[in-house]
């Protein structure tokens, strides 16, 4: 099982670009998750999904929209990409059972954004 | 906002020493996680526990309930330990989106 990949592990962008940033598993999870880290900061969610065609907003979702068309893909979109974008975005699977998300999270490698 | 403390923020021990890193909450979790982000800078969940001990080679990790406190313990610590720990809570009532990180601990380990 490759887990969870994301693409792409890095980007430059200048301000005003969008781009996409997709995250795949392969592990049948219900639950996916993008978060960003910033420096000095814990993670950070941006948005949520609790399966296929669902998703929602998490602790900082200005500025991304995000997608579940299928189970095993999540992706995250930048509209109109910000300095104040520039992190590491995290996605992240668990497994559920009955609606009850506390499973273990499995992590991808993470992006690098640099907006200039 | 609810917060999620841990200390120390940094640790730098000597290969074989015995390392504890505390993380603190503030009200009621459901559970609590404990991650590791390696110099890479990839993560990995170590445990994930709602009440006692759990042991897995040489991490142990405690909770206490009532205490509203956690603590990460290395064993016989090795450089490969080099990494940044990370506590995460999910607040009593919180649904999918409810995990709460702290900043991390990043912790040494000199041969």
């Known amino acids: 099982n490759a887990g969870v990949t994301q693409t792409p592990k890095f980007r430059v962008l200048k301000t005003g670009q969008s781009m996409t940033l997709l995250c795949a598993q392969d592990m049948n999870h219900e639950y996916m998750y993008w978060y960003r880290q910033d420096p000095g900061m814990g993670l950070r969610l941006i948005h949520y999904s609790v399966g296929e065609g669902t998703t929602a907003k998490g602790e900082v979702p200005d500025g991304y929209n995000v997608s579940r068309l299928k189970k095993q893909n999540f992706l995250l979109g930048l509209e109109s990409a910000a300095p104040s974008q520039t992190s590491v975005y995290f996605c992240?699977?668990?497994?559920?059972?009955?609606?009850?998300?506390?499973?273990?999270?499995?992590f991808g490698p993470g992006t690098r954004l640099t907006v200039t | 906002k609810n917060e999620v403390e841990q200390s120390p923020q940094n640790l730098t021990a000597q290969e074989g020493e015995f390392i504890t890193i505390n993380c603190s909450y503030s009200v009621g979790i459901s559970a609590l996680h404990w991650l590791q982000q390696h110099p890479g800078g990839g993560i990995v969940s170590l445990f994930m526990?709602?009440?006692g001990k759990k042991k897995h080679g040489r991490l142990i990790a405690t909770i206490n309930i009532q205490e509203k406190h956690s603590s990460l313990h290395i064993t016989a610590s090795h450089p490969r330990d080099s990494a940044v720990y990370i506590c995460?809570?999910?607040?009593?009532?919180?649904?999918?989106?409810?995990?709460?990180f702290g900043k991390g601990t990043h912790l040494i380990i000199q041969p």
């Open positions: 992240a699977s668990s497994y559920s059972w009955a609606g009850f998300p506390e499973y273990e999270q499995y």
């Open positions: 995460a809570v999910r607040y009593s009532g919180g649904g999918a989106d409810g995990l709460t």
């Open positions: 526990l709602s009440s």
